[in-house]
């Protein structure tokens, strides 16, 4: 089947959903917005701390959010994307909240800001402890009243269409690649549909779900970087892989694992080991509130040093109600497993939960394909260089959805439809039987990327990934052209492929930088002891 829309964006979190309201308010064309599984599930929803934006004039200000951002980034973001998200940060929640998003206020009406590791200052903006429920809520609603806007839920985006499907031959020196839509695999039919587009935008999420321990649902397998690395496009920072301190340790619990917000050491809790003693001294004089990268590496230390697999977060010492007031998610889910954060330590490890790099994308949110936009953490805007202030993220998607929607809206007169395009052939392929090779394929591939190129890394740890991650990526491909394709299997070449892209650019890195931290090439000296 061929459906012609004049936007398609592929991914209904913050950064899809932003993108296809503004294009729809612009009165100027039909938008689709395909996901794979439900409407609401995506990274978004299970975003806890919040968004940053400076809106308290008076004690904070651009520059500070500025050098915050620069400082958390190791000095190698991008300047001008810098600036571009924290000025936009103001009207980013305007939009929000006149989509009908809701922030937690004072008595006296101003917002209720939190602060996070790496913030100079209070400029959270949350809505308890589940900011991105509420904005997922909000925006679902406002799309799903707006008739421009169609959803195709439980849709799979396969690959992206190029001229490469017109027989024509692409590689990376191609110069005018241009994106003319998607093949879209609907699971009830189980056929693929030529989604045909004038504008296409990537705005798939992170790949947190390749490793074998994250904080991210299992929708995250990076399948936007995937198909645009597939089609071409050009993809940069895929070494800052952000690895979250204090993921609830329970065990059975790892894929997706529960986030204890970083909100909570703003709040005052303590890092400690399990005996109760502190260790944050040791490695950064701003001890719990440090910046991420530190504290998940000095607590992947003390694991090791101590041989233990969790340390411990400290909230005893706050008011109990207040702590119950501030997290009520956290206090129940943690309660759920038998721990009264009010008076017990709550059990935390890192992991893996947010990518820096991705589609690399202008100040327009262009990526190196023409008609082709990536908004979200699917992109690599430059904003967090070697690493992501916290609460940073949400604030990125929204306002780079408002550029792309800006610049596809200017330009949309020039981008056709292409009728040329063929629909998709996979004649000769059979039914997969075997659903155990892509099962366990999958679960290799958490091992690989969580043994080798995990928080810390070295040349013979990464050569070993790549030249596992090689054998999977043969047999994958094999069995690709072999069997009809199914959701389990792209998404598994999908991983392979992001797995890859991790550890080439890891391997290529000869340093340690933000995130991307190796023994080979140490940084502190604490590291080297
Ligand atoms: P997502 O919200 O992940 O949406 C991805 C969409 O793409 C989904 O709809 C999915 O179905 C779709 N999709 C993917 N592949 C395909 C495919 N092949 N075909 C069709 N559809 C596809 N950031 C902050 O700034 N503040 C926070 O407090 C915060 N807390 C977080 C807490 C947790 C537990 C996690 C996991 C992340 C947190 N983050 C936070 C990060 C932030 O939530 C994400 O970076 C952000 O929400 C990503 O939004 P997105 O729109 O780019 O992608
Ligand atoms: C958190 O709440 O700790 C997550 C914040 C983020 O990832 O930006």
Not at 120 to 130: V, Y
Not at 329 to 342: E, H, P, R, V
Request: aromatic letters at 8%; a negative charge; hydrophobic letters at 40%.
């Amino acid at each position: 089947m061929i459906r012609k829309f004049d936007f398609l964006i592929i991914g209904s979190g913050v950064a899809g959903m932003s993108y296809a309201l503004q294009v729809a308010e612009s009165g100027k064309g039909k938008v689709a917005l395909v996901c794979k599984t439900t409407i609401e599930e995506s990274n978004t929803s299970k975003a806890q701390g919040g968004i940053a934006s400076v809106t308290d004039m008076e004690k904070d200000d651009y520059r500070k959010h500025i050098k915050d951002t620069l400082v958390a980034g190791d000095y190698i973001s991008d300047p001008r994307a810098v600036e571009q998200v924290v000025k936009g940060g103001p009207a980013a929640i305007s939009r929000l909240v006149e989509w009908g998003v809701n922030f937690d206020k004072k008595a006296d009406g101003t917002f209720d800001l939190h602060r996070e590791g790496g913030h100079s200052e209070f400029r959270i903006l949350h809505h308890a402890d589940d900011t991105g429920f509420e904005i997922q809520r909000g925006l679902i609603e406002a799309v799903l009243a707006h008739p421009a806007i169609t959803v195709f839920e439980n849709h799979f985006a396969v690959e992206i269409i190029t001229q490469h499907h017109l027989g024509i031959e692409v590689t990376r020196r191609t110069p005018d690649i241009e994106c003319y839509g998607a093949y879209i695999l609907d699971p009830d039919t189980r056929k693929i549909d030529t989604f045909l587009s004038r504008v296409t935008v990537m705005a798939t999420g992170g790949c947190g779900a390749v490793y074998a321990s994250t904080t991210n649902p299992n929708i995250a397998t990076g399948d936007g970087i995937a198909m645009a690395y597939r089609a071409k496009a050009t993809v940069k920072d895929m070494e800052f892989v952000q690895f979250h301190p204090t993921a609830l340790y329970h065990p059975g619990e790892t894929h997706p694992a529960f986030l204890i917000t970083e909100a909570m050491r703003g709040y005052g809790g303590i890092l400690r080991l399990p005996d109760g003693a502190e260790f944050m001294q040791k490695y950064d004089k701003r001890l719990s509130l440090a910046p991420r990268d530190i504290v998940a590496r000095a607590i992947d230390k003390e694991m090791k040093i101590h041989g233990i697999d969790h340390v411990c977060l400290d909230v005893t010492h706050k008011d109990a109600e207040e702590t119950r007031r501030h997290f009520p998610n956290i206090y129940a889910k943690c309660l759920s497993i038998g721990i009264d954060i009010t008076k017990q330590y709550i059990p935390v490890a890192p992991c893996a939960h947010y990518l820096c790099g991705g589609i690399l994308v202008d100040l327009n949110a262009c990526s190196s394909i023409k008609r082709l936009y990536a908004v979200g953490e699917c992109s690599c805007t430059g904003l967090h260089g070697g690493n992501r202030l916290a609460s940073n993220s949400l604030l990125e998607a929204v306002v780079y959805a408002e550029a792309a929607a800006r610049h596809s809206l200017a330009h949309l007169n020039e981008y056709a439809f292409n009728d040329r395009v063929p629909e998709w052939n996979d004649e000769g392929t059979l039914s997969n039987e075997e659903k155990i090779l892509i099962a366990q394929d999958a679960k290799e591939v958490w091992q690989i990327m969580s043994s080798y190129v995990g928080i810390v890394r070295s040349d013979l740890r990464l050569k070993r990934a790549w030249t596992r991650l090689d054998l999977l990526y043969e047999e994958t491909e094999e069995l690709f052209k072999r069997v009809k394709a199914t959701p389990d299997l792209c998404e598994l070449r999908n991983m392979i492929n992001v797995g890859y892209l991790i550890t080439r650019q890891a391997i290529e890195r000869k340093e340690s930088r933000g995130l991307h931290y190796t023994i080979d090439y140490p940084k502190h000296a604490y590291d080297q002891k």
